[in-house]
């Protein structure tokens, strides 16, 4: 499981209840599309 951090609301939500559409990932609360990954010592962007 992997959690992440919206870019835009700043909201946490795991990669289950990421939403995707048309292969684009996006926020499941704002559809923003520029996520954290909520590891440690990794702060990966995840662009799509
Ligand atoms: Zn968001």
């Known amino acids: 499981m992997v959690e992440f951090i919206c870019g835009?609301?700043?909201?946490?939500?795991?990669d289950n209840e990421i939403q995707i559409k048309n292969g684009f990932i996006r926020c499941p609360y704002c559809?923003?599309?520029?996520?954290?990954?909520?590891?440690?010592?990794?702060a990966v962007t995840v662009k799509t």
């Not at 559809?31 to 990794?42: A, D, G, M, S, V």
Request: proline share 5%.
């Open 31 to 42: 559809q923003f599309r520029i996520l954290y990954k909520k590891t440690p010592e990794l």
């Open 8 to 14: 835009k609301c700043g909201k946490e939500f795991t």
